[in-house]
């Protein structure tokens, strides 16, 4: 039985250390990239034709490589399997041995941009099932871009619109011309009442994901990309989640919704400098964008006014209305009768500069109304499109599914809002800073201060906030916490916007504030906290007096000199 045991343990050893040495072998010399670059280095003697080339071939080590980008925050090991990436006598081989397409890398230091800034992926992989986070059940934030859905990387450095990105291009004119900035917002711009789109193409999967009823077959369409299998639902079944939005689905070809979600996929607030790797003289050339023009490309809006139409309901409904009351700025009815034409162009187009002009007529609506008008974007032709609407807005015409989709000319009331608990607990705890802004921004007590049992002393650099939601109302607020129109506040959250759901918590939490301070009137102790502070003091006095009215005042070196002194005596 002893003999069987140890037959059996020498057996388990050999066992063990023959994986173990197969595994060794096999990370340190048989991995996929040390076979790529071994062919390389190969292809590179086959190549040579002078003593030098098969010198420097043969010079060439196999050995992990990688490009290092502190300005980008990452380390990209793509170019260990790349390895021909600038070698353009390897354009006809197969990847990973194929040199890179075009001549992007003419206009891009690949040692400075790197290679995950364009294409994604996980540049610090060594494998390529972990490098290019492909496959359905992988669940890669960032999976390989591929085909079109290249094109929504440029932005992060090309503020210009490209002409090598015409999914891009279209996407954008197709996401204008459908309306989609009625509800939707991207940066400053666009309607409240769907979600902000700003950072849409980062979104989290843990928030953002397809419903489990689409979600095998939409990862397998996008090779496991699970903001792509989202974006994609989002724009072609509205309904899917939530089964309550107000969003129709849209009649679109398969061109438009690839187009569509190249543009939506390029939106982030990951933005790139452009002399980051970029030549600003050799760039990729721009082009104008495309202008909605006709009214045959607005399909679901005809008329004289129709063009002014789109970008006032796109831009400007927010605030205000036309024949139907103020909201956050006043009501547009007649505007164009009662101000000077030219002066109201300027006003539209350019309202930061006549706020910072002290222009008295803005001066007098900003008394009134306390909220600054902010720019737009808005070109010379906007602008007059815009006041030939104001002029005849009458002269809009919305087919049935326009009016069915819930397009908005600016004639109607505000709707009810939906306020939670939970919304309110969150503002409260933003508000007081217990817990911290998505973007690490300051927290509003450092500043305003609102009459509410649950904080204590806020601050009084800003104006206090106790009736700030009856005076602005929810747009108002939202306004302002989305662009911060004031100089300090600007300064204070440069960079650090706030997302939506936080000015959303916000607006919440500064409702429920100004109901309970109307049920509840703040107390105001007046002279009476002067008499309470003097009692107190009184107070501590006659302790005082009690427990030190006997005690002897002196040195703390006394008793050793009335000892000595009783020494002395006795001598």
């Not at 280095?41 to 086959?46: A, G, M, N, Q, V």
């Not at 996407?171 to 009442?193: E, P, T, Y």
């Not at 539209?348 to 720019?375: G, N, R």
Request: charged share 25%.
């Amino acid at each position: 039985m002893n003999k069987l045991f140890k037959i059996i343990i020498i057996l388990s050893c050999f066992v063990i250390t023959s994986i173990l040495l197969m595994e060794a072998w096999r990370e340190n010399l048989n991995m996929d990239w040390q076979k790529y670059q071994r062919k390389y280095k190969d292809e590179l003697f086959h190549m040579a034709q002078t003593a030098q080339d098969r010198s420097n071939a043969g010079d060439f080590e196999i050995m992990l490589r990688q490009i290092v980008l502190p300005k980008l925050d990452r380390s990209d090991r793509c170019v260990t399997c790349h390895i021909a990436i600038e070698d353009s006598r390897m354009s006809h081989m197969q990847n990973p041995l194929k040199s890179h397409p075009g001549d992007y890398l003419d206009t891009h230091d690949v040692y400075v941009v790197g290679c995950t800034s364009c294409h994604d992926g996980q540049g610090r992989a060594i494998t390529t099932e972990a490098a290019h986070g492909r496959g359905a059940k992988q669940f890669w934030e960032q999976p390989l871009l591929e085909g079109p859905f290249l094109e929504s990387s440029c932005v992060r450095c090309h503020a210009d619109t490209l002409q090598q990105t015409p999914n891009s291009n279209s996407g954008r004119v197709l996401f204008q011309q459908r309306g989609c900035f009625a509800c939707h917002s991207i940066g400053d711009i666009g309607g409240v009442k769907g979600p902000a789109l700003s950072d849409i193409g980062r979104a989290s999967f843990h928030k953002k994901m397809p419903v489990p009823e689409n979600r095998e077959r939409l990862l397998s369409q996008f090779n496991g990309n699970v903001n792509l299998a989202y974006l994609f639902e989002a724009v072609t079944e509205p309904d899917a989640q939530p089964k309550d939005t107000l969003m129709k689905k849209m009649d679109l070809t398969e061109e438009e919704v690839t187009a569509i979600l190249v543009y939506l996929k390029s939106l982030s607030a990951e933005r790139r400098v452009m002399d980051v790797g970029v030549s600003e003289t050799q760039v990729a050339t721009s082009m104008t964008m495309p202008k909605i023009s006709s009214a045959k490309s607005l399909s679901q809006v005809s008329g004289a006014s129709a063009k002014g139409y789109v970008i006032f309901s796109r831009t400007c409904v927010a605030c205000h209305t036309i024949g139907s009351g103020d909201r956050t700025g006043p009501d547009l009815k007649g505007v164009t009768s009662r101000r000077n034409g030219e002066w109201l162009k300027k006003l539209i187009q350019f309202p930061t500069q006549m706020t910072e002009e002290k222009d008295p007529i803005v001066m007098q609506l900003l008394e009134k109304y306390k909220t600054p008008m902010i720019d737009m974007g808005l070109t010379v032709e906007d602008v007059e499109e815009v006041i030939k609407y104001l002029k005849n807005p009458e002269a809009v015409v919305l087919d049935a599914s326009a009016a069915k989709n819930g397009i908005t000319s600016g004639n109607e009331k505000n709707a009810p809002k939906v306020t939670d608990n939970a919304a309110i607990r969150k503002g409260r705890v933003l508000f007081q800073g217990k817990q911290r802004f998505l973007q690490e921004g300051p927290s509003c007590i450092a500043c305003h201060d609102v009459g509410n049992d649950s904080l204590l002393g806020g601050g009084r650099l800003a104006k206090e906030l106790t009736t700030a939601y009856s005076r602005l109302g929810d747009i108002g607020m939202d306004a302002i916490l989305k662009n911060q129109p004031f100089p300090l506040m600007r300064e204070a959250y440069k960079d650090k916007p706030l997302t939506r759901d936080e000015i959303s918590a916000l607006v919440a939490f500064l409702e429920q504030a100004e109901k309970e301070q109307k049920d509840r009137p703040q107390k105001h102790y007046g002279s009476k906290m002067f008499f309470i502070g003097f009692a107190g003091f009184m107070v501590l006095l006659g302790f005082y007096g009690v427990f030190w009215f006997n005690r002897r005042n002196k040195p703390v070196n006394k008793d050793v000199y009335d000892r000595q002194t009783k020494s002395a005596k006795k001598l």
